[in-house]
């Protein structure tokens, strides 16, 4: 196997590790915010939940366990595959755009690198992130059969509503994925340069590489803060992904019609503060575990290149 595949095979499973270890750790915070983005004050098969610790307390109570971990295995399967797929997307991209692997890449490229990597993941992922939202949205207030799990969801969806269904929200999805992962990546990768300059600078190890020179508390903190400006920047998407993806009437008739629906029915009633509903538990949720998954990433990275280089 040549180096560059086994760069992009090391990156694609530390990706998915990282993914893994993220939903695992946060599901429940997953649950609330979606709960959360479709809730719009009017008709609504959902409690109406005061804040993120209230949702929290009165799914537990009401639904159990079973309803803080609703839509845990297509989550564990997207965010896996997801993470797994966009960090091998990125680092092939990144490949391609520079000379050699030891090149420092341009902000620009690092922003084109990211949004082709999460465009070609939101192609990929899209309907089992439609599946986790509608799992995630069933409650006893329910008026119609419920999904009994991940794949009797997919067959249901396909039997009541055609394939094409499976691709609710990928509109959203797109630019979500585009905008976010771009804005997240570009940040990370300017950020860790800042960084690591910084701490050579001070260790007066000019030549250190980024391995030598950063912790696990230093990805942490990368993580967390690119992660930040990529939610307040792309948030909307994320609501407008959910609403479109709610599961139809018993009519078989959906809440919203199009994208362009969502955005007049959410300026109409709710103002703009409709399109960051659920943004405290996507904070909680998404800030510790953007942590979590380049922590476990750069760690993971680091042992798969440290195993190669021993073999």
Request: with cysteine; aromatic share 12%.
């Amino acid at each position: 196997m040549s180096s560059a595949s086994q760069w992009q095979w090391e990156t694609a499973t530390a990706g998915a590790v990282a993914g893994f270890a993220t939903v695992a750790a946060m599901h429940p915070l997953d649950v609330v915010r979606t709960r959360f983005q479709v809730h719009d004050g009017r008709v609504s098969n959902l409690p109406n939940y005061k804040n993120t610790a209230h949702a929290i307390l009165t799914i537990a109570r009401l639904e159990g366990l079973g309803g803080l971990y609703a839509g845990f295995s297509p989550a564990v399967l997207g965010s896996t595959v997801s993470w797994g797929l966009y960090f091998f997307f990125y680092g092939r991209a990144k490949q391609r755009y520079s000379k050699n692997r030891d090149e420092q890449l341009s902000p620009g490229l690092h922003l084109a690198s990211a949004a082709e990597a999460g465009a070609l993941v939101s192609l990929c992922t899209n309907p089992i992130w439609l599946v986790k939202t509608r799992l995630q949205l069933q409650t006893p207030l329910h008026q119609t059969q419920p999904y009994s799990g991940f794949y009797d969801a997919l067959r249901t969806i396909v039997r009541e509503e055609g394939w094409a269904a499976l691709y609710k929200g990928l509109l959203p999805s797109l630019f979500l994925q585009v905008s976010h992962g771009a804005i997240q990546f570009t940040a990370y990768e300017e950020l860790r340069k800042v960084v690591v300059d910084f701490k050579s600078k001070k260790s007066r190890r000019h030549s250190g590489s980024a391995d030598s020179v950063l912790n696990s508390v230093d990805y942490a903190a990368l993580g967390a803060s690119s992660k930040v400006a990529a939610i307040l920047l792309s948030y909307p998407f994320q609501v407008m992904r959910s609403r479109l993806q709610q599961r139809p009437s018993s009519e078989g008739i959906p809440r919203y019609m199009d994208s362009w629906h969502v955005i007049r029915e959410t300026v109409r009633f709710e103002g703009v503060r409709g399109f960051y509903k659920g943004i405290t538990p996507n904070l909680l949720k998404n800030v510790p575990a953007a942590s979590i998954t380049f922590i476990v990433y750069e760690n993971v990275l680091k042992f798969l290149k440290f195993a190669r280089t021993n073999e």
